[in-house]
């Protein structure tokens, strides 16, 4: 249903904003009773309990909806009967990557084996806009895969997600050492990602 994690999170901001209204209407209408003069009648409680029996329906239905919506959700519980595309193994020590050049076409299966030899890193793939695509924690002496579709195209960039300490970053510019402009290309011309 979605095809990438912003086409969700869109979602979420639309469906969670109408009913944070909703719920906020509950409690101007509870503070505008109390400020009553009159008293409410036990009539009008029928409409207000059926309303919050909505409320209660329409948030556990929104989860029920979107929870197997995500787009990496079957995917990753599957993932030992999928043969990867491609595989890229990644290795990291003393704040530094050790990774090929990474590309793959739009629609491939890509497996990230990342492998740290000393300490607990974080490995994100962000597009240039600085919006997450992916991430995962890179522990030591761990087996660290993470199988991912590429359902956009273009460069993104790599970046340690887990501070790792101020070796991270250059003592004189400040500069991230972990950051990687560019680290993966998704091509959707098939010619070009074809000439690998």
Known sequence: MFATSLELLRFHWVAYTIYALMIVSVIAWFGWNLTRREKVRSIIRIPFYGYMAFLVMAGVGHHIFTYNAIPWVEEDIKRHEIKPDRNYLIEVADH?????????????????D???????????????????????????????TLLWTFRECGNFDIISTEYSGPAQYDHETGKDLMFVKDGMVVDCNEKIAMKE
């Open 96 to 112: 530094k990557w050790k990774m090929p050049q990474m590309r793959a076409k739009k629609g491939e299966k890509v497996m990230f």
């Open 114 to 144: 990342v492998r740290s030899k000393d300490l607990t890193y974080g490995f994100g793939l962000f597009r240039k806009d600085g919006t997450m695509v992916f991430q995962m924690q890179v522990v030591p002496k761990h087996k660290n």
